[in-house]
């Protein structure tokens, strides 16, 4: 018996990838781990429930949304840009230091993590939702509903969700342009 491959070409984090032949039916959490010496995505329930797994992906429109690695072949990413959470940092000059992203650096400080597993989902799908608050701003008392929206289906078994909601959350308030005032009543 034969093991069938397919060429896959793709941009993860800015670079190009491929062509490479994966075996098809590849999951894409195994080709991050496995050919592209990317590990900072996590399996954790390999169902698609936990969201640990979540990649972003960018579209053609300048939009991005997360996918779950652990249940989308790698095929679906053909000729497709994702971003892992080693893409997140900027470079901050020598040694191969890197200055967190601003959701990085929120969860940081609210010490939003305990295990850390759950964490890149968590960080990929608070990008998201600060990128499309970029072009698309909200009230701001809308803030925590949309926060809880967009992180509710991540799940976290050392119960860090209050603080990873109070990091973007404040995030969110204080990054200029993201919200706007709330409309009058009247």
Do not use: W
């Not at 990085?104 to 499309?132: I, K």
């Amino acid at each position: 018996m034969t093991l069938r491959t397919i060429p896959i070409s793709l941009t993860i984090n800015g670079s190009k990838v491929g062509p490479i032949e994966v075996p098809e039916g590849l999951m894409m959490i195994d080709f991050l781990h496995e050919y592209a010496n990317l590990t900072g995505t996590k399996l954790g329930c390999g169902q698609g429930v936990c969201h640990a797994c979540a990649v972003i992906l960018d579209k053609e429109d300048g939009s991005s949304t997360t996918v779950r690695s652990c249940i989308t072949g790698v095929g679906f990413f053909a000729d497709r840009s994702i971003r892992t959470v080693e893409g997140h940092a900027e470079e901050a000059g020598g040694a191969g230091a890197a200055k967190p992203s601003p959701v990085q650096q929120a969860f940081l400080e609210h010490y939003s993590f305990q295990c850390g597993y759950c964490t890149p989902g968590f960080v990929n799908a608070a990008t998201v939702l600060v990128e499309r608050l970029k072009r698309e701003p909200i009230e701001r008392n809308r803030v925590e509903q949309v926060v809880t929206e967009s992180l509710n289906e991540h799940i976290c078994r050392c119960t860090g969700y209050v603080r990873y909601h109070t990091a973007v959350r404040d995030l969110i308030l204080a990054t200029p342009g993201l919200t706007r005032e709330n409309a009058d009543a009247s």
